[in-house]
């Protein structure tokens, strides 16, 4: 008795896209036929701000099988993936897109047998008002011209300073 599979190897990632169990092979050449081969799919990714403008050839993504956390693929696409398989995509925004949008959450996708494509779409950084009155603390009076500088760090790795002079009520 033999068994025979048919696999597809991509990155060290090892998918058995066929299988044929208990073939009988006594003293003659034997030949078998799969019945069906899982297909192999190209997966591609769309990524789009909120206001609806295609940035996918800005970000890099990263493309692992989600059970052991294989790498499989750096790119906006994956080519040759079997339906089933369970995929993590990580995307990472240059740094003008960081200093606006959100940076996705990993994303976990499951191939289909067509029409494999991705589209993330990225959130605006919420936006923050910061208003108040610079005070004298001796006379408690307001500071007229007083510079105020405010610094923030977006999605834990680009800062952003701002910058601006006081009114004449402080």
Do not use: C, H
Not at 6 to 13: E, F, H
Not at 35 to 40: G, N, R
Not at 142 to 148: F, H
Request: hydrophobic share 35%; aromatic share 6%.
């Amino acid at each position: 008795t033999v068994t025979k599979k048919v696999n597809r190897q991509q990155s060290g990632y090892e998918k058995i896209i066929g299988q044929i169990d208990n073939v009988e092979i006594e003293d003659e050449d034997v030949s078998v036929t799969f019945e069906s081969l899982l297909q192999p799919q190209d997966v591609t990714l769309s990524v789009l701000t909120a206001e609806g403008e295609d940035v996918t050839n800005q970000v890099q993504a990263t493309w692992f099988e989600t059970a052991s956390n294989t790498y499989l693929s750096r790119g906006n696409a994956i080519k040759g993936v079997t339906e089933g398989t369970q995929l993590t995509l990580r995307v990472a925004l240059p740094q003008a897109l960081g200093m606006a949008y959100v940076v996705p959450e990993d994303l976990a996708y499951t191939v289909k047998s067509s029409n494999n494509s991705v589209v993330v779409t990225l959130n605006a950084l919420p936006q923050v008002t910061i208003s108040g009155t610079v005070k004298d603390i001796t006379t408690g009076g307001a500071i007229a011209k007083a510079v105020v500088s405010v610094s923030q760090t977006l999605n834990g790795k680009y800062s952003k300073a701002f910058t601006t002079k006081t009114d004449q009520q402080g």
